[in-house]
Nanobody, 121 residues
Protein backbone atom coordinates (compact mmCIF):
# COMPACT_ATOMS: atom_id res chain seq x y z
CA UNK A 1 0.00 0.00 0.00
CA UNK A 2 2.83 2.38 0.81
CA UNK A 3 6.25 2.37 -0.80
CA UNK A 4 9.33 4.26 0.31
CA UNK A 5 12.07 4.71 -2.27
CA UNK A 6 15.46 5.99 -1.16
CA UNK A 7 18.26 7.41 -3.24
CA UNK A 8 21.56 9.23 -2.81
CA UNK A 9 23.79 6.68 -1.15
CA UNK A 10 27.35 6.58 -2.42
CA UNK A 11 31.04 6.24 -1.62
CA UNK A 12 32.46 9.51 -0.29
CA UNK A 13 35.72 10.60 1.28
CA UNK A 14 35.93 11.66 4.94
CA UNK A 15 34.84 15.26 5.30
CA UNK A 16 32.60 15.02 2.26
CA UNK A 17 28.86 15.48 1.89
CA UNK A 18 25.90 13.49 0.63
CA UNK A 19 22.19 14.13 0.36
CA UNK A 20 19.75 11.25 0.79
CA UNK A 21 16.18 11.41 -0.48
CA UNK A 22 13.17 9.26 0.31
CA UNK A 23 9.84 9.54 -1.47
CA UNK A 24 6.66 7.93 -0.15
CA UNK A 25 3.97 6.82 -2.59
CA UNK A 26 0.83 4.71 -2.64
CA UNK A 27 -2.29 5.00 -0.54
CA UNK A 28 -1.52 7.84 1.86
CA UNK A 29 -3.99 9.80 3.95
CA UNK A 30 -1.39 11.45 6.15
CA UNK A 31 2.21 11.04 7.24
CA UNK A 32 2.99 11.67 10.88
CA UNK A 33 6.75 11.37 11.08
CA UNK A 34 9.45 10.66 8.53
CA UNK A 35 12.98 9.81 9.46
CA UNK A 36 16.23 8.05 8.83
CA UNK A 37 17.81 5.10 10.59
CA UNK A 38 21.09 3.38 9.87
CA UNK A 39 22.63 0.00 10.45
CA UNK A 40 26.33 -0.72 10.32
CA UNK A 41 27.69 -4.26 9.98
CA UNK A 42 27.41 -6.13 13.24
CA UNK A 43 25.43 -3.35 14.91
CA UNK A 44 21.77 -2.72 15.64
CA UNK A 45 19.69 -0.30 13.61
CA UNK A 46 19.77 3.16 15.19
CA UNK A 47 17.86 6.38 14.79
CA UNK A 48 19.73 9.08 12.87
CA UNK A 49 17.12 11.83 12.55
CA UNK A 50 13.35 12.25 12.51
CA UNK A 51 11.03 15.05 11.41
CA UNK A 52 7.43 15.19 12.58
CA UNK A 53 4.47 16.56 10.68
CA UNK A 54 4.66 19.58 12.99
CA UNK A 55 8.17 20.36 11.70
CA UNK A 56 9.97 19.43 14.89
CA UNK A 57 13.17 17.45 14.46
CA UNK A 58 15.31 15.15 16.56
CA UNK A 59 18.84 13.94 15.96
CA UNK A 60 21.18 11.32 17.30
CA UNK A 61 23.94 12.95 19.33
CA UNK A 62 26.54 11.52 16.96
CA UNK A 63 25.20 13.51 13.98
CA UNK A 64 24.09 16.77 15.60
CA UNK A 65 25.62 19.76 13.87
CA UNK A 66 26.58 17.68 10.81
CA UNK A 67 23.31 16.25 9.48
CA UNK A 68 20.10 18.10 8.64
CA UNK A 69 16.72 16.48 8.05
CA UNK A 70 14.01 18.23 6.07
CA UNK A 71 10.62 17.39 4.60
CA UNK A 72 8.66 18.44 1.55
CA UNK A 73 5.12 17.56 2.54
CA UNK A 74 3.79 18.43 -0.92
CA UNK A 75 5.92 15.61 -2.33
CA UNK A 76 5.78 13.22 0.65
CA UNK A 77 9.55 13.33 0.60
CA UNK A 78 12.18 13.50 3.31
CA UNK A 79 15.81 14.48 2.86
CA UNK A 80 18.95 13.99 4.89
CA UNK A 81 21.79 16.38 4.20
CA UNK A 82 24.98 14.86 5.58
CA UNK A 83 28.07 17.04 5.93
CA UNK A 84 31.50 16.44 7.46
CA UNK A 85 31.06 12.71 6.98
CA UNK A 86 33.19 10.35 9.04
CA UNK A 87 34.13 6.70 8.48
CA UNK A 88 31.89 5.79 11.41
CA UNK A 89 28.91 7.11 9.42
CA UNK A 90 29.33 4.13 7.07
CA UNK A 91 26.11 2.11 7.14
CA UNK A 92 22.98 1.21 5.26
CA UNK A 93 20.56 4.09 5.71
CA UNK A 94 16.87 3.27 5.92
CA UNK A 95 13.98 5.64 5.45
CA UNK A 96 11.04 5.30 7.84
CA UNK A 97 7.59 6.82 7.69
CA UNK A 98 4.62 6.60 10.04
CA UNK A 99 1.68 6.60 7.67
CA UNK A 100 -2.09 6.63 8.01
CA UNK A 101 -3.58 5.15 4.82
CA UNK A 102 -7.16 6.07 5.73
CA UNK A 103 -8.50 8.56 8.26
CA UNK A 104 -9.96 5.73 10.33
CA UNK A 105 -6.85 3.52 10.18
CA UNK A 106 -4.19 3.54 12.85
CA UNK A 107 -0.78 4.85 11.75
CA UNK A 108 1.73 2.20 10.73
CA UNK A 109 5.48 2.08 10.27
CA UNK A 110 6.85 1.64 6.76
CA UNK A 111 10.46 1.13 5.72
CA UNK A 112 12.47 1.69 2.59
CA UNK A 113 14.85 -0.88 1.14
CA UNK A 114 17.97 0.95 2.33
CA UNK A 115 20.77 2.82 0.61
CA UNK A 116 24.47 2.25 1.25
CA UNK A 117 26.63 5.10 2.48
CA UNK A 118 30.35 4.40 2.63
CA UNK A 119 32.81 6.94 3.98
CA UNK A 120 36.35 5.97 3.13
CA UNK A 121 39.52 7.37 1.63
Amino acid sequence: QVQLVESGGDLVQPGGSLRLSCAASGTIYSINAMGWYRQAPGKERELVAVATSGSSTNYADSVKGRFTISRDNTKNTVYLQMNSLKPEDTAVYYCNAVVRVRSWFAPRNYWGQGTQVTVSS
